[in-house]
């Protein structure tokens, strides 16, 4: 069981948009950044988003985020196709002398 | 830019030691700006955070993994390492690097299955 909580489904049509909703705690969200991947099938995650709401230099407009107390969220407006993969939110947690977590994994279905 | 390459056995048995090495290009392990990390992805599974390292030495573990798994750095081969004791059929998994403590670039990836 993940320390950060996601559902495990998300999917939406082209053009849609679409949320993404990871669940903390004051540990670990509460009290540092938040970073979203990618993972497309057969390949390595990629970062989407990083200190809650950056976009990397190549990531689409398309993609956004946002943090608010022990909760995040990735927003995807103009779904393609091509974004059909698995998202992952991650955080420091400052408990247990520090580590890093991560949340189980959404898998976005484009329909 | 900075490229990670991670490498070693593909297959380790019951009980014996899993090492990997990753390879850092375009960048230098001994910078005072960056961790490197070590994560893996059981076949079908989500992410899991093994731990990271600092030039100097300085690591962080998984409370889970943190008796079994030792990381170490070699900044004239500008390489870090993981070694992963004892492992079962439980450590089978594609296990990456990245740089950062908060990971940010990866590497590609390399699957090691352990098997009896």
């Known amino acids: 069981q993940s320390v950060l909580t996601q559902p495990p489904s998300a999917s939406g049509t082209p053009g849609q948009r679409v949320s993404i909703f990871c669940s903390g705690s004051?540990?670990?969200?509460?009290?540092?950044?938040v970073y979203w991947y990618q993972q497309l099938p057969g390949t390595a995650p990629k970062v989407l988003i990083y200190?809650?709401?950056q976009r990397p230099s190549g990531v689409p407009e398309r993609f956004s985020g946002s943090k608010s107390g022990t909760s995040a969220s990735l927003a995807i407006s103009g779904l393609r196709s091509e974004d059909e993969a698995d998202y992952y939110c991650g955080a420091w947690d400052d408990s247990l002398s520090g580590h890093w977590v991560f949340g189980g994994g959404t898998k976005l279905t484009v329909l | 830019q900075v490229q990670l390459q991670e490498s070693g056995p593909g297959l380790v048995k019951v009980s014996e030691t899993l090492s990997l090495t990753c390879t850092v290009s375009?960048?230098?392990?001994?910078?005072?700006?960056?961790?490197w990390t070590w994560i893996r992805q059981p076949p079908g599974k989500g992410l899991e955070w093994i731990g990271n390292?600092?030039?100097?030495?300085?690591?962080k573990y998984s409370p889970s993994l943190k008796s079994r798994v030792t990381i170490s750095v070699d900044t004239a081969k500008n390489q870090f390492f993981l070694q992963l004791s004892s492992v079962t059929a439980a450590d089978t998994a594609v296990y990456y690097c990245?740089?950062?403590?908060?990971?940010?670039?990866w590497g590609q990836g390399t699957l090691v299955t352990v098997s009896s």
């Open positions: 990245a740089r950062g403590s908060q990971p940010k670039v």
């Open positions: 375009g960048g230098s392990v001994r910078t005072e700006t960056f961790f």
């Open positions: 004051t540990s670990n969200i509460g009290s540092n950044y």
């Open positions: 200190r809650n709401d």
């Open positions: 390292i600092y030039y100097t030495g300085t690591t």
